[in-house]
Every structure is written in structure tokens, then in C-alpha cells.
């Protein structure tokens, strides 16, 4: 029988000690950093993007380099990781994909990801969060990854879906939004999913 410490998987420094980048076709995956200030206002001040977040939409550049800065201060601290997405040829990050949680004991994590409207419905998101997933089942050894999704967030959703995620329950009234309370689905794919997703992924080539 197999003891707690056969299961456990790599920690935060093995994972994290040095930079991770991402590629996919269209895409660098590199980290959120202090200087990213300007690329999360044009992801975030923008109501088609908050619509279905716990923040408000970001009307100045001191709310974004604010959560520049939260989240490159969560990266250093070991909390979560952030990618930013990069198109190939360069320029600011048009959106983010990463783990907001790791629990290592149990060895899921929890995804989330935002892009900028201008790129919706190319294809994008599923590159970033393939790229992501794969890393997380990979490297990270994950053997769960979940996402919280609004109710009515059809876009998450059938992202989700597409992706081979299972709606697994209704968390009714789970948070407060804007002056009232939201119900939110939970999503989830095992490790037994994503492998049976593709049959190269069980022989590690998966790309
Ligand atoms: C969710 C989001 C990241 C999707 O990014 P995207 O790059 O446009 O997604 P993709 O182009 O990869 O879409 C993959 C599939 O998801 C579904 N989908 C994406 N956007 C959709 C929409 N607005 N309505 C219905 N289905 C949608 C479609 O099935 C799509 O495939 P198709 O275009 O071939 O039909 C983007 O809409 C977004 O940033 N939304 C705001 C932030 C957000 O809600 N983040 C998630 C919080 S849980």
C-alpha cells in the first residue's frame, strides 16, 4: 500500500524555482509581472470582461498596477501563479491564465482566466488554458483542476466544457456580486480525464 509521502507530488520551488514559459501557436505564456499594469487595464477596464467578477470594472491605471503587483507579490510568496498571454509577435499581455490555488496535500488547484474582448472567439482562451492544464498535469502532478463559473457566464462555461471539464453542482448563492448573491457551478477535470482526452497525453507527448 502506497504511503501519504509515495503520493506527494513536487513543491512550490521545484515547480516555480525558476521563470515558466508557455507556448502554444499563438501564444507565450510568461509570467505577470510589476510591469503589466497597462496590458491588465485593457483586459479589465472593460465591462464585457468584469461582468461576471467579484471586482468592478477598472477605470485608472492604479487599480491595474495594483493587481500587477498583488499578483507578481502572490507569485514570489508561493500563494498562485499567473501567466500572462503574450501574442507571438510581442507587445502587452491581452490576458491571463493561471492557478489562483494549489493545495499540494491534495494536490488539485483551482484555474481561472480572463482575455481581453478584442480577442474573444479565436480560439485563444483553449490554446492558453490546454497549455496551462497540460502543466498542471505534468509538471505540477495535479490530479484535479477546478474552476468556479458565475451562473449565466456562458462564455466560461462552454470553454469549459469544450475543454473536458464536467459541471459538477450548483453552489447556490455563493457569492456577493454588486449588492446580491450569485450561485456558481462548479467545474472539474481529473487526471483521468485529460488522459483519456487524448491518447498521446498518456504517453507524455502530449502537445
Ligand atoms: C471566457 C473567455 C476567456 C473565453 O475566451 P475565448 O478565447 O474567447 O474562448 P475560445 O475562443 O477559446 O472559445 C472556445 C469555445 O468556448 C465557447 N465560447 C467562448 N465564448 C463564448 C461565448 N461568448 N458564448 C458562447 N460560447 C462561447 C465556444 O464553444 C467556443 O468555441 P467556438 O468559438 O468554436 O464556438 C472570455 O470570454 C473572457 O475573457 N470572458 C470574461 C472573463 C471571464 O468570464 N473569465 C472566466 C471567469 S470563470
Do not use: K
Amino acid at each position: 500500500m502506497m504511503s501519504g509521502s509515495d503520493l506527494a507530488g513536487p513543491g512550490w520551488g521545484d515547480v516555480f524555482g525558476q521563470a515558466v514559459v508557455l507556448r502554444t501557436a499563438r501564444l507565450v505564456l510568461r509570467q505577470v509581472t510589476e510591469t503589466d499594469g497597462a496590458g491588465l487595464l485593457d483586459i479589465f477596464g472593460d465591462d464585457r470582461v468584469t461582468g461576471h467578477y467579484a471586482w468592478d470594472t477598472f477605470t485608472s491605471l492604479a487599480q491595474a498596477q495594483a493587481l500587477a503587483e498583488r499578483t507578481a507579490a502572490q507569485f514570489r510568496q508561493g500563494e498562485a501563479v499567473r501567466w500572462g498571454l503574450v501574442p507571438r509577435g510581442g507587445g502587452r499581455i491581452i490576458g491571463t491564465c493561471g492557478y489562483t490555488r494549489w493545495n499540494q496535500e491534495n494536490r488539485f488547484a483551482v484555474i481561472g482566466y480572463d482575455l481581453a474582448s478584442a480577442y474573444w472567439r479565436r480560439g485563444l482562451m483553449t490554446e492558453a488554458v490546454t497549455a496551462v492544464l497540460r502543466f498542471g498535469f505534468g509538471r505540477m502532478t495535479l490530479n484535479r483542476v477546478e474552476a468556479t463559473v458565475h451562473a449565466g457566464n456562458t462564455a466560461s462555461a462552454e470553454l469549459l466544457s469544450r475543454l473536458g471539464f464536467t459541471c459538477e453542482g450548483r453552489l447556490r448563492g455563493r457569492v456577493l456580486h454588486r449588492g446580491a448573491f450569485h450561485d456558481v457551478d462548479m467545474f472539474g477535470i481529473t487526471r483521468a480525464d485529460w488522459l483519456a482526452g487524448d491518447p498521446a497525453r498518456e504517453a507524455g507527448r502530449a502537445r
